[in-house]
């Protein structure tokens, strides 16, 4: 089999950064940060730059161990290198069964919800969430080539809603003084307070997925220089882009009126400066980000038991490998991600449905179980990489420990997390039942 091609240099892959984290969580977790931070906008500004600071250091240290590791397939890759075959295993069966799935069936919820809202129904918000996902899943069965397209077109125009809002709501706010004044005013009454922690956490979602950028390792030129330099440009660039956006916001509504308007914030904001027609333009771009995002998750959850069958490993490999030959798409794999998918959805909905009796937000809580995952992987970092300097061995994992830990304590913190995480391990436990490993370690 002939090698990939070291065809892509600096931008693609720092673009690549932005355009896999850039997508609904900006959007839809705006109001829950503000809110889990009393409703003051200085402790949310700085729950956004902790998460923030935590990616960028995290990603460092990540970036150290891709320009080590050939042909790498992200974070189950590297925990098989550190930990051997099992435990990559059930890193792939954590990613499968839990990560992905869930946060598919979020998005496909919130594409809805601005969808829903653009177009004016007062019902259809779960049907609509059907169709979103049904739909895209499909599509990347039966086109893969056409979903890549849309995943590049949508990365493109999702960065549109996000620069109207910072730039409009930034000047807005500078001239009538709103910015400052949010500044020095918390909103009253607030209810479901969680603290800094809290907050934070709820930063992770929109800035999850930069781990997926490290898989064009092999394809970058010079990437020992290459994939370092993206991995920290991009994250800090996402990390700009977000502080600025939420900056736009406050600087047109007060921080009662963004908890208010919950995930409509940014519609608002352009609503108010151009108008109604303005509004409505800017949520069309918000739903292709959601949709951009939704896509790119579904890529990753249609091949997840597909990257366990290709180790020969978990059950039935030869029925979870077959490929379509006409599209190169997955097809089994593929249907057992849509249906996880459709038992987290509906997971989601009974949040909604009150059948739970607490919210069990499964758009945070498995973000919090892949941090877990990391801190051990910086423990393997600085037992094993012993040609690196103080900085890169033991100073980036150490506070990127810190932080995964700091977020995993939010994680505690939340309504329902042991359930969850009953429920979670559980799935795990099945996974080793069903652990094979048909090759020699």
């Known amino acids: 089999m002939p090698d990939l091609q070291k065809k ?47 990616m960028v250091v995290t990603a460092y240290v990540f970036s ?9 397939n992200g974070v189950v890759d590297y925990f098989e290198q550190a930990y051997g075959r099992k435990a990559g295993y059930m890193v792939a069966w954590f990613m499968t069964f839990i ?46 080539r056409l979903a890549g397209a849309w995943q590049v077109s ?33 909103a009253q009454g ?9 907050a934070t956490l709820s930063t992770a979602f929109a800035y999850e ?10 394809e970058l030129r010079d990437a020992k220089r290459t994939l370092p330099r993206a991995l920290i440009a991009g994250t800090i660039a996402v990390v700009t882009i977000y502080m600025l956006y939420y900056l736009g916001i406050s600087g047109v509504l007060t921080n009662a009126q963004v908890l208010e308007a919950g995930d409509a914030a940014p519609v608002q904001v352009i609503g108010l400066v151009f108008n109604t027609i303005g509004g409505t333009l800017l949520t069309v771009f918000v739903i292709i980000s959601c949709l951009g995002t939704l896509n790119g998750l579904i890529m990753g959850s249609a091949r997840g038991m597909y990257s366990i069958a290709a180790r020969d490993m978990g059950p039935c490999p030869a029925f979870f490998r077959r490929i379509n030959a006409v599209t190169n798409s997955t097809i089994n794999s593929a249907l057992l991600g849509y249906l ?96 094979r490993d048909r090759k020699k370690a």
Not at 64 to 72: D, F, G, P
Not at 123 to 131: A, E, I
């Open 8 to 54: 892509y240099g600096f931008w693609t892959a720092a673009a690549m950064v932005v355009g896999i984290v850039i997508g609904s969580g900006v959007f839809f977790k705006a109001d829950d940060v503000l809110k889990a931070s009393g409703g003051s906008l200085t402790t949310a500004l700085l729950a956004w730059l902790i998460g923030g600071s935590i």
């Open 64 to 72: 150290k161990i891709a320009t080590r590791i050939e042909r790498v």
């Open 99 to 144: 990560y992905y799935p869930t946060l598919v069936a979020v998005l496909a919820w919130v594409s809805a919800k601005y969808t829903v809202g653009l177009l004016g129904m007062k019902d259809g918000l779960w049907p609509v969430s059907v169709v979103y996902l049904t739909g895209f899943f499909l599509l990347n069965y039966f086109s893969p």
């Open 154 to 186: 949508a990365t493109v125009i999702k960065l549109i809603p996000l620069g109207l809002v910072a730039v409009v709501g930034g000047i807005a706010g500078l001239r009538s003084g709103m910015t400052m004044s949010n500044f020095m005013q918390t």
């Open 190 to 198: 607030v209810s479901g307070q969680g603290g800094l922690a809290v």
């Open 209 to 218: 997925g930069w781990i997926i950028a490290t898989v064009i390792n092999a």
């Open 340 to 435: 996880l998918s459709c038992f987290w959805l509906l997971v989601w909905y009974g949040n909604f449905a009150g059948w739970w009796g607490q919210f069990m937000d499964v758009s945070e809580l498995p973000i919090a179980i892949l941090y877990v995952i990391y801190i051990s992987i910086y423990i393997w970092v600085m037992k094993t990489f012993t040609d690196l300097g103080p900085f890169s061995r033991y100073l980036c994992p150490l506070l990127a420990g810190m932080g995964s830990l700091y977020i995993i304590w939010g994680a505690i913190q939340k309504d329902m997390f042991l359930h969850f995480l009953i429920l979670a391990l559980g799935i795990l436990a099945v996974g080793f039942v069903l652990m």
